[in-house]
């Protein structure tokens, strides 16, 4: 099993910027993929952005040159850098490891991103 906390989220005025951080323990060695995902109120949740275990990235649209992702091996952290960001992204930023060959889901708690005028 892997478990995932996120942490990072607040209110920030439109044009700034936060640094989500998603935790993992467990069996971290056997994650395939993580994504970034994002759920406002009432709506399906959205994928944001995605890494392999090769390193590989890719965004949405509506993201890409605004947000990164990328990840520390040594501490086993996932972040998301976001960047000029605008009263749309206000959502709940959710990370999901895939992970061995099963491609198990794991989802941590979420945490909030508000982003004001």
């Known amino acids: 099993q892997v478990q995932l906390v996120e942490s990072g989220g607040g209110l920030v005025q439109a044009g700034g910027s936060l640094r989500l951080t998603c935790a993992a323990t467990g069996n971290v060695f056997r994650v395939n993929v993580l994504y970034w995902y994002r759920q406002a109120p009432g709506k399906q949740r959205e994928l944001v952005a995605s890494?392999?275990?090769?390193?590989?990235?890719d965004y949405i649209d509506s993201v890409k040159g605004r947000f990164n992702v990328s990840k520390d091996n040594a501490k086993n952290t996932l972040y998301l850098q976001m960047n000029c960001l605008i009263l749309e992204y206000t959502d709940v930023y959710y990370c999901?490891?895939?992970?061995?060959?099963?491609?198990?889901?794991?989802w941590g708690q979420g945490t909030q991103v508000t982003v004001s005028s």
């Open positions: 890494l392999t275990n090769r390193g590989t990235t």
């Open positions: 999901q490891a895939i992970v061995g060959l099963s491609r198990e889901q794991y």
